[in-house]
């Protein structure tokens, strides 16, 4: 029972124009939402986040949005860069969960074309 | 400031085996958790550790075990190494049980089980 889906496993995207890669959750008691990026041979890194009391966080050319009615996030890039290119993680958390648990969903791989 | 690193970075055993995977936190975290991440696919969560107790598990059977030491590194042992634990192996701290959210990711152990 996948709780975080990615229902995009690949996404590409022309250098300068937006990405945008979405999130589908099941469990009504996530309240913490978060990106993760992860570069071959490396952990993931923690991108950006959102409490389920916003439905917008914005930091640089990164944003996500939340839609809890629709259990639905999004995180945009705007502008993409090829450096952007990398499996993208979204995960979520609640108290439910034991401690700050993160479930994960499967990734979506993002390639910026130059 | 050192980040978490995580040993071995390969490893190959055969099925039946046992393995201890180490984790060293960053810097001030208290808290560790392990994750698995099969191919194509996510990262699951094992287990939580803080101050030394286990905080949390998630679907893993009792095979998967886990310590945290005095200076919050922590081994993670799997007993009778099946096919399917062939996985990446990923730890991560972060500074504190309470606040929910970003985790900081080792690179990970590779384990191949033939």
């Known amino acids: 029972d996948q709780q975080v889906k990615q229902n995009s496993p690949s996404l590409s995207v022309q250098e300068g124009r937006i990405s945008i890669l979405n999130c589908d959750y099941t469990?009504?008691?996530?309240?913490?939402f978060l990106w993760y990026k992860k570069y071959p041979a490396e952990g993931p890194t923690f991108l950006i986040s959102?409490?389920?009391?916003?439905d917008k966080n914005e930091d640089g050319r990164f944003t996500v949005f939340l839609n809890k009615s629709a259990k639905h996030l999004s995180l945009h890039i705007v502008p993409s860069q090829p450096g952007d290119s990398a499996v993208y993680f979204c995960a979520a958390s609640g108290w439910d969960n034991a401690g700050n648990m993160l479930t994960f969903g499967g990734g979506t791989r993002l390639m910026v074309k130059p | 400031e050192t980040g978490v690193t995580q040993s071995p970075t390969h490893l190959i055993k055969t099925r039946g085996q046992q393995v201890t995977l180490r984790c060293s936190s960053q810097s001030g975290h208290n808290t560790v958790s392990w994750y698995q991440q099969a191919l194509g696919q996510g990262p699951q969560f094992i287990f939580q550790y803080y101050r030394e107790e286990e905080n949390g598990r998630g679907n893993f059977p009792p095979r998967f075990s886990g310590l945290q030491f005095p200076n919050y590194s922590s081994e993670l042992n799997v007993n009778a190494l099946e096919l399917d634990d062939s996985a990446l192996y990923l730890c991560?701290?972060?500074?504190?049980?309470?606040?929910?959210?970003?985790?900081?990711f080792g690179p990970g152990t590779r384990l191949t089980v033939l």
């Open positions: 959102i409490s389920s009391i916003k």
């Open positions: 469990n009504s008691m996530f309240d913490y």
């Open positions: 991560a701290s972060s500074p504190a049980l309470a606040g929910l959210g970003e985790q900081f």
